[in-house]
C-alpha cells in the first residue's frame, strides 16, 4: 500500500473564499468540496489550499512577502498565520466531519525558505502521516526566511515541490475557472479553452497570460503555471479544472475523463 | 538580544477551558490571560497550552493516547488535532489581538514519540522564531509515535522538554488552583498551600497527591509533578499559580512576588 502513488491536490483560494470579501469563506463550496473528496476516496492524498481573501490581503497589508524591515511586521506575520489557521480551519472541519482522517501541517512551522524558495522542508512526518492512511493538509503561510527574515510562501510553489518529493502520479488543481485559456476569459470572450497543453506550448503561452485581478501576493495564474514547470518537467501529469463547479474534482481524483486542461511532459 | 533566557509559560487547559463540558472555551479568560501576557512584555517567551474540555474528551472518545488498533481511530485522531486547533486559534485570536507577535507550531506536525515520550523534535524553527522576537504557542497534541502508530502527547511533558532544550530561565504554570496542597483542595478543606517545594519535598508528597477528576488523558496534577523533575533537577525555577485569579500570571511573568508554590531543586 505504500507503492502507491499519491495525488496532490491544490485547492485554489478563490473557490474556497470570495476574493473581492475579506476573511470571506465559501462555505458551501468548502462542504461540497470535501463531500468529492470523501467520495472519491483516494488511497494517497495530499491537499493544499490557497490563501483566497484570508491570507492574502492580510499579508499585503503589512508587506510579509517583502520580508522584515520594521517590527511591527511581526504582528503582521503573525496574524496572517493566524488568518490562514482560520480559513485553513473550515476546511479540517469539513473534511474530519465527512470522515477524512485529515492533519494539518503549518508551513510556517516546518518549511524555511531562501529568498522565498524552499531552501528545507523535513517532510518526514508528512510522509509518515500519508503512509499510514492520513490525508495531509497544507496551505500557503508566512514562513521563515534565511535571506528575507521572512516572507510568504505560495501554495502554488508547496504543490510542485510537494509532488515531485512525494513522486506524485498527478496534480490536480482546482481553480474558479474552466482550466487555461488563450487569454483571460473573464475580460475576453473569445478566449479559448485548451484541452490540452505540453510544456513546451505552455511555455510559449504562457507570458500572453495575464495576471489575476484580485490581490493575490503570491502571483495568480501566471505565477500558478511557472511554478508548475519543474513537476511537469518531471512526467507528473498535472490537470487544472474548476473547482467551483460540482462533480469536476471528483471525477479528476477518481482519473475520470472531465473538462479541464491537461498538461504533459511531450 | 538572543542571549536573553526565556520563560516556558504553561496555560492549563483547566483555565481556559471549562473541563465540565465539551468544547467550551472561556474566552473571558483567554482574553485575561492574553492581556497579562501582553503587559507583562517578556522578551523571550514560549507558551504551550494544555487541551481542557477540547483535546481531551476526544482523545478519550476514540482511545488515541493508547494508539492505533483500528482504522476508525484515524479520524479520531484527525478530530482530536482539529478540536485542538481549535481551541489553539481563540488563543491565538487573543494573543494576536493583543499584538503579540505569536505563532502557533503544532506537535502533530514536528514532534514524534517513542511509546509517549518524545523521540525526536526538531526545534530550529521554533528556535529561530523566538530569537527573532516571535512568541511560539505549543500546545497538548495528538502525535506520532514509533511504538504505538500514535499517541497523545500532554503539554505538560511538552513543558519541562522545551524548558531544558531553551535553557528557560523559569517555568510559569498556570493552574486553576492556587499551587501544590498538601491534599486535594477541591475535596479537603484542610488542604495547606505549599509556599516552596524542593525536589526532595515534591518528591515525598508526589505520591500523596491525587489525580484531578475530569477527563484528563494526560494525567492531572499529578502528571503535571512528575513531568517537571528533569526541569527542575537541571536548576530550572518552576512556579505554579492560579491563573484564573487576576495579576497573578501577570506578576509571576515580571518575576513579582505571587501567591503560588515555587519549586527549586534545593
Redesign the interface.
Known amino acids: 500500500m505504500s507503492e502507491t502513488k499519491p495525488i496532490v491536490l491544490k485547492i485554489g483560494g478563490s473557490v474556497i473564499t470570495d476574493k473581492s470579501g475579506e476573511l470571506a469563506a465559501r462555505t458551501e463550496a468548502i462542504n461540497r468540496i470535501s463531500e468529492e473528496i470523501a467520495k472519491a476516496n483516494v488511497k494517497k492524498l495530499a491537499i493544499i489550499h490557497g490563501g483566497g481573501s484570508f491570507g492574502h490581503p492580510t499579508a499585503q497589508k503589512y508587506g510579509i512577502k517583502e520580508g ?1 524591515r520594521e ?1 511591527t511586521q ?2 503582521g ?3 496572517t ?2 488568518v490562514m ?2 480559513l ?2 473550515l476546511l ?2 469539513s ?2 466531519w465527512h ?8 508551513p ?3 518549511v ?1 525558505t531562501e529568498n522565498g524558495r524552499i531552501k528545507s522542508f ?1 517532510d ?2 508528512l510522509k ?2 500519508l503512509n ?3 490525508t495531509p493538509v497544507l496551505y500557503g503561510d508566512p514562513t ?1 526566511d534565511d535571506k528575507l ?1 521572512f516572507t510568504v510562501l505560495s501554495g502554488d510553489q508547496l504543490v510542485s515541490h510537494l509532488a515531485i518529493r512525494l513522486t506524485a502520479s498527478r496534480i490536480v488543481i482546482g481553480v474558479d475557472t474552466d482550466g487555461i485559456y488563450s487569454a483571460d476569459p473573464k475580460i475576453d470572450k473569445n478566449a479559448k479553452l485548451y484541452a490540452r497543453l505540453s510544456l513546451d506550448e505552455l511555455g510559449r503561452i504562457k507570458e500572453r497570460l495575464g495576471k489575476s485581478h484580485s490581490p493575490d501576493v503570491t502571483g495568480g495564474m501566471l505565477g500558478k503555471i511557472t511554478e508548475l514547470f519543474p513537476a511537469v518537467e518531471r512526467k507528473i501529469q498535472v490537470i487544472i479544472l474548476n473547482a467551483g463547479k460540482p462533480n469536476r474534482l471528483y471525477r479528476a481524483l477518481k482519473g475520470e475523463e472531465v473538462e479541464g486542461t491537461i498538461i504533459e511532459k511531450e
Open positions: 522584515l517590527e511581526k504582528v506575520f503573525a496574524e498565520h493566524h489557521t482560520v485553513n480551519g479540517m472541519d473534511l474530519v470522515n477524512i482522517p485529515a492533519v494539518s501541517l503549518a510556517s512551522g516546518c524555511i523535513d518526514t512526518i509518515t502521516y499510514m492512511g492520513f521563515l527574515g
